[in-house]
């Protein structure tokens, strides 16, 4: 059973940085899947960040690029986002996801970190 453990959220003030971490455990070909970064605010929908694919091509909300970074260590099974110059509106519930498709779909969730940006 995959488990994926985000760890780094906090409260922050405007223009700080943090960097989560996400440490996956309990499967395996971690560098084959796409690791990813969402978010989900309250009273908002979920939405995608910051993705990495296996290849290593990254992608990010159009609101973070410039600020935020994804990366992916492989021999930890770990992916992080750091986030820098950070703002009110980042705000928000940061969940880590795994995604493969092969023969069968795969995607896994964190527990999700919380990110609060106040001063």
């Known amino acids: 059973q995959v488990q994926l453990v985000e760890s780094g959220g906090g409260l922050v003030q405007p223009g700080g940085s943090l960097r989560l971490s996400c440490a996956a455990s309990g499967g395996n070909a971690f560098s084959l899947y796409t690791m990813a970064w969402y978010r989900q605010a309250p009273g908002r929908e979920r939405e995608l960040v910051a993705d990495?694919?296996?290849?290593?091509?990254?992608d990010y909300l159009e609101s973070v690029k410039g600020r935020f970074t994804i990366s992916r260590d492989n021999a930890k099974n770990t992916v992080y986002l750091q986030m820098n110059s950070l703002k009110p509106e980042d705000t928000a519930v940061y969940y880590c996801n795994m995604f493969r498709v092969s023969v069968m779909t795969f995607n896994y969730w964190g527990q999700g970190t919380q990110v609060t940006v106040s001063s």
């Open positions: 990495v694919t296996s290849g290593g091509d990254s």
